[in-house]
């Protein structure tokens, strides 16, 4: 999992602005989380949702692929979670109590991250599953 700081924050990122900042990166500076080679090349895409409270939408996600070991890794950009719909603007307003109707994927995201870290780096790493992960930064 590669994930891109940007130096100004977008709160709820779109189709559009992904994939601008995806074409302005080198993916020749990037370097793999698993062996730390340069020189990713573009792999495959996938689609994901995003911002699941207010307005669900979707957005393609960039993988890279490693020449030198093989592995894959998605391109996210900051504020998405790894492997999870709610972004990280979403999950601070749940934990700080922000009025949202009753719902179970409030109560949820409030009894995974409650106990966790309050900060974006920690509740990505909550979800990475066995994945590696790399954070990049980028000048917008």
Avoid: W
Avoid at 61 to 74: D, F, K, V, Y
Avoid at 79 to 98: E, F, H, K, R, W
Avoid at 116 to 127: I, K, R
Wanted: proline content about 3%; glycine content about 2%; overall charge positive.
């Amino acid at each position: 999992m590669i994930i891109i700081k940007l130096s100004s924050k977008i709160k709820h990122i779109t189709e559009k602005q992904y994939k601008k900042i995806i074409q302005s990166l080198n993916f020749d500076e990037l370097s793999c989380p698993k062996c730390n080679s340069r020189g990713l090349r573009a792999h495959a895409s996938y689609s994901r949702y995003v911002d699941f409270f207010k307005r669900s939408h979707k957005i393609t996600i960039q993988r890279l692929r490693c020449p030198e070991c093989g592995s894959t890794h998605a391109v996210l950009i900051e504020d998405m979670i790894p492997y999870s719909v709610a972004s990280y603007n979403l999950v601070v307003d749940v934990l700080t109590g922000i009025d949202f109707l009753v719902s179970s994927h409030a109560a949820y995201l409030k009894d995974k991250y409650l106990t966790c870290p309050f900060d974006y780096v920690s509740f990505c790493e909550m979800n990475i599953r066995k994945n590696y992960l790399n954070f990049f930064c980028f000048s917008t």
